[in-house]
């Protein structure tokens, strides 16, 4: 409350003495580095109630985040938490590192750890859920056993880009377990089982000799048309073969992509494992 102080203004002799009101400024001190309503925007915002992770995206101190934190009401934080629960993937939880960030994919990864698994495998499944929520832009905590099953059965009769069947089933598996408490033998039930694919894995080191390359070459020339794009079918499975390229990753390559450099054409394409981030060939 303003402080109303009366003090006398001196004029000349001749004049009356008059009083002047004068308000009392307020001392301005150092403005505030994060408001409550900052910080309660933040929370909204990256769906996470973490100290560390908000005082890194607000670029404040963890302590300014925790002295904040303790003048918020709990339930104010519930419900904020349960509100972005209820809702769709917002656009920054479809990056991988903003999907880390939802409460309930957090919950898993601590399981996970507690498991003591390896760093590998929790990055597994982790990313498997990732990919998962982004297909079906859903929120994870509104997945269901029922559409988790529909999901694998549609893997089962066609690919899905992104989506590794075995992969995918083990991760759905450890989440309803870990995180819901699901008895593996209800997810085994829905299709969801811990059996691992007979076939995964058994033409891995697989190799074709030096005869039948040049059969199939030889039974690949009589059956394609010879048009304009002969050489192209004729050119394909050398390239696959020699750079060791994936059909799938070949086929995804962007016209954009290829460069010609001097009799050579060169061409960009994004390969899983190590060339995850392109490479040319």
Not at 64 to 73: A, D, E, F, G, Q
Not at 114 to 127: C, D, G, I, T, W
Not at 186 to 213: E, H, V, W
Not at 259 to 278: P, S
Request: aromatic share 8%; net charge positive.
């Amino acid at each position: 409350m303003q402080q109303i102080k009366t003090i006398q203004i001196l004029e000349p002799q001749t004049q009356i003495p008059l009083e002047k009101p004068i308000l009392k400024e307020k001392r301005i001190g150092r403005p505030q580095s994060l408001s409550i309503e900052d910080l309660l925007n933040a929370i909204r915002l990256y769906a996470t109630t973490s100290e560390t992770e908000l005082a890194k995206r607000l670029n404040v101190s963890r302590q300014t985040i925790y002295r904040k934190m303790s003048l918020i009401p709990k339930e104010n934080i519930t419900q904020i938490m349960h509100d972005l629960s209820q809702t769709e993937l917002k656009p920054y939880q479809l990056g991988y590192e903003g999907f880390l960030t939802i409460p309930e994919v957090q919950q898993f990864q601590k399981a996970l750890e507690r498991r003591q698994v390896s760093k590998k495998y929790r990055n597994e499944q982790l990313r498997a859920m990732w990919r998962l929520c982004v297909y079906l832009q859903r929120h994870p905590s509104k997945l269901t056993i029922e559409q988790c099953a529909d999901i694998l059965t549609t893997l089962r009769q066609k690919k899905i880009p992104n989506l590794n069947f075995y992969a995918l089933k083990r991760a759905i598996r450890s989440w309803f377990q870990n995180l819901h408490g699901i008895n593996g033998e209800i997810l085994t039930s829905k299709g969801i089982d811990a059996s691992i694919p007979n076939q995964l894995g058994i033409r891995a080191f697989d190799r074709l000799t030096r005869k039948q390359r040049h059969d199939f070459i030889k039974a690949l020339k009589q059956i394609i048309p010879k048009d304009s794009y002969f050489d192209a079918w004729i050119s394909l499975p050398y390239f696959l073969y020699y750079t060791g390229t994936r059909i799938e990753a070949s086929l995804k390559a962007q016209i954009e992509d290829i460069e010609k450099h001097g009799k050579y054409w060169v061409i960009k394409v994004i390969d899983k494992g190590k060339h995850k981030n392109g490479r040319k060939l």
